[in-house]
């Protein structure tokens, strides 16, 4: 499989694009800077907003790892995931995005995220809340592949891959020991897994360590 991973010098692009090219998929990676990415068979320098049509045209999937954290730039997660679906509108190619976990509903009526609970640190709201309008923008496209997943609370950069995990939905989920937990290690597996099956077009998926 071909496979592209923009915003791609971040930690969980990393990952990703490391866990690809174990299976031994072919992985272009576009950064806005010049970095060394291990794994990638080619780097591209090009800002997400200036990507066009012919740049992701020959993929079988793309991937968002595309983050932001300060006020003034939360928005692009909305800005630059639209602007992929612009892109690849009307393709076979596959969109799969990085999300988070303050969009997931805590009740069965699907009528409260976890970042609307008490809980929630304070400090995380915002980019809770943009990445939840994201997802909002993204149910509105019905011309593109897309598959939005979501990791655990506690997404963990250096936590161990153990090589295994729950597959959720919609659902805030804990795991057997009452966590909500995983590594970008074993977030990037069950990444790579969506990408090679394809199983949850249109859908917002979640993982947590098993």
């Given at each position: 499989m071909k496979i592209a991973v923009v915003a791609a010098a971040g930690r969980v692009a990393r990952k990703?694009?490391?866990?690809?090219?174990?299976?031994?998929?072919?992985?272009?990676?576009?950064?806005?800077?010049?970095?060394?990415?291990?794994?990638?068979?080619?780097?591209?320098?090009?800002?997400?907003?200036?990507?066009?049509?012919?740049?992701?045209?020959?993929?079988?999937?793309?991937?968002?790892?595309?983050?932001?954290?300060?006020?003034?730039?939360?928005?692009?997660?909305?800005?630059?995931?639209?602007?992929?679906?612009?892109?690849?509108?009307?393709?076979?190619?596959?969109?799969?995005?990085v999300g988070g976990a303050g969009s997931l509903f805590v009740d069965k009526e699907h009528t409260t995220q976890l970042f609307k609970t008490p809980e929630f640190p304070a400090e995380y709201v915002p980019t809770a809340k943009a990445q939840s309008d994201e997802l909002d923008e993204l149910r509105k496209r019905n011309d593109v592949k897309w598959t939005f997943i979501s990791p655990a609370a506690d997404f963990q950069p250096d936590g161990e891959r153990i090589g295994k995990y729950i597959l959720a939905g919609e659902e805030f989920t804990l795991n057997s020991a009452g966590e909500s937990v995983i590594s970008y290690a074993d977030y990037a597996l069950a990444m790579v897994d969506e990408i090679a099956s394809g199983n949850h077009i249109q859908q917002r998926i979640s993982v947590v360590r098993a």
């Open positions: 990703v694009i490391a866990e690809s090219a174990a299976r031994g998929f072919e992985v272009t990676a576009f950064v806005r800077r010049a970095a060394e990415i291990d794994g990638a068979s080619k780097v591209v320098v090009k800002d997400i907003l200036a990507l066009e049509k012919n740049d992701l045209a020959n993929f079988d999937a793309v991937v968002d790892a595309f983050g932001a954290w300060t006020p003034e730039t939360l928005p692009l997660h909305t800005t630059t995931s639209q602007h992929l679906c612009d892109i690849l509108s009307g393709t076979n190619v596959r969109l799969l995005i």
